[in-house]
Nanobody, 113 residues
C-alpha cells in the first residue's frame, strides 16, 4: 500500500508563490509517476504536473509551475509562482504505476485578488 501526504497549502495574494510537498510512504519506488492534480469547487479534477522517476516532466503550465522530485526522500514538490485567483483549489498528489493509482487527501490553496 502507498500513502501520500501533502503539505504546503495556504492562502496567498495574487502574484504570490507557494511550494507544495507530497511525501510518499509504504511500497513506493522510483517506478511510480508522481503528479499533482487540482480540484476547485464545482469543477472537474484537472491535471497540473507530473514527473517520472528519472525526471521526465509533463505540465499544464511550464511557466508558472515547476515540479521536482527527490527519490531518496520519496517526496515530490510543486513550486507555484505568479499565482492567480483561478488557481484556488484543493491540490492532490497522485502516484501511479502500471494499474496502481494512489491519491492523497489534498491541500488547500487559496489565492485572493
Amino acid at each position: 500500500q502507498v500513502k501520500l501526504e501533502e503539505s504546503g497549502g495556504d492562502s496567498v495574494q495574487a502574484g504570490g508563490s507557494l511550494r507544495l510537498s507530497c511525501t510518499a510512504s509504504g511500497n513506493i519506488h522510483s517506478g511510480y509517476i508522481m503528479g499533482w492534480y487540482r480540484q476547485a469547487p464545482g469543477k472537474q479534477r484537472e491535471f497540473v504536473a507530473s514527473i517520472t522517476g528519472d525526471g521526465v516532466i509533463s505540465s499544464a503550465d511550464y511557466v508558472r509551475f515547476t515540479i521536482s522530485r527527490d527519490n531518496a526522500k520519496n517526496t515530490v514538490y510543486l513550486q507555484m509562482n505568479s499565482l492567480k485567483p483561478e488557481d484556488t483549489a484543493v491540490y492532490l498528489c497522485n502516484a501511479i504505476y502500471t494499474f496502481y493509482s494512489h491519491w492523497g487527501q489534498g491541500t488547500q490553496v487559496t489565492v485572493s485578488s
